[in-house]
């Protein structure tokens, strides 16, 4: 569900139009490590423009996002993203998956698209890889907007209804 393999496929896409593009991915290995891998090979022989890192501390992910330059979020299954909320925080603008919840949490600080789709995802990166002004606009948004959540809200509004829950049973 996190269409690593088809973000792949975009890059390469994005590099045979002309764009000289990177794609490093972070994260434990998952259920479609095999496929992305082979996708990789594929893809990108010798490995000059599809990296996968693997698993990475707090802040060598931190570290990662300050070097990025665009953020993508292809994952079509989610609770509560918090890795599009790390990109989000770190100002990062975002290319990011249509599937809820992710334009509930991002809403209109990114560019979405398809997950499944190679040619949708390509679409959206290139959206912001023409516009400097988009960049920099749904960076300062998703930063904001990112600002919003945080562990003692959360904590706070969750005690304050479970309180309301247990004083209407009474």
Same mark, same amino acid.
């Given at each position: 569900?996190?269409? +690593?393999?088809?973000?792949?496929?975009?890059?390469?896409?994005?590099?045979?139009?002309?764009?000289?593009? !990177?794609?490093?991915?972070?994260?434990?290995?998952?259920?479609?490590?095999? @496929?992305?891998? &082979?996708?990789?090979?594929? %893809?990108?022989? @010798?490995?000059?423009?599809?990296?996968?890192?693997?698993?990475?501390?707090?802040?060598?992910? %931190?570290?990662?996002? +300050?070097?990025?330059?665009?953020?993508? *979020?292809?994952?079509?299954?989610? #609770?509560?993203?918090?890795?599009?909320?790390?990109?989000?925080?770190?100002?990062?603008?975002?290319?990011?998956? #249509?599937?809820?919840?992710?334009?509930?949490?991002?809403? #209109?600080?990114?560019?979405? *698209?398809?997950?499944?789709?190679?040619?949708?995802?390509?679409?959206?990166?290139?959206?912001?890889?023409?516009? &400097?002004?988009?960049?920099?606009?749904?960076?300062?948004?998703?930063?904001? !907007?990112? +600002? !919003?959540?945080?562990?003692?809200?959360?904590?706070?509004?969750?005690?304050?209804?479970?309180?309301?829950?247990? #004083? +209407?049973?009474?």
């Amino acid at each position: 569900y996190k269409h +690593q393999w088809i973000v792949a496929e975009a890059i390469s896409q994005l590099r045979l139009e002309g764009f000289p593009v !990177t794609l490093t991915m972070i994260g434990p290995p998952d259920r479609g490590l095999s @496929r992305l891998r &082979k996708v990789m090979k594929q %893809l990108d022989p @010798r490995g000059e423009f599809l990296i996968y890192l693997g698993a990475r501390s707090r802040a060598q992910i %931190l570290q990662q996002y +300050q070097i990025s330059d665009v953020g993508v *979020f292809a994952s079509s299954c989610e #609770n509560m993203p918090n890795i599009l909320l790390e990109m989000m925080a770190s100002g990062l603008p975002i290319a990011c998956s #249509n599937r809820s919840p992710m334009p509930e949490i991002l809403k #209109n600080s990114g560019i979405y *698209f398809d997950p499944e789709n190679s040619d949708d995802i390509a679409k959206g990166i290139s959206k912001l890889l023409f516009s &400097k002004e988009i960049r920099a606009k749904i960076a300062k948004s998703g930063f904001e !907007t990112a +600002q !919003t959540f945080s562990w003692n809200r959360c904590a706070r509004d969750t005690f304050l209804f479970l309180a309301k829950v247990a #004083n +209407q049973s009474s």
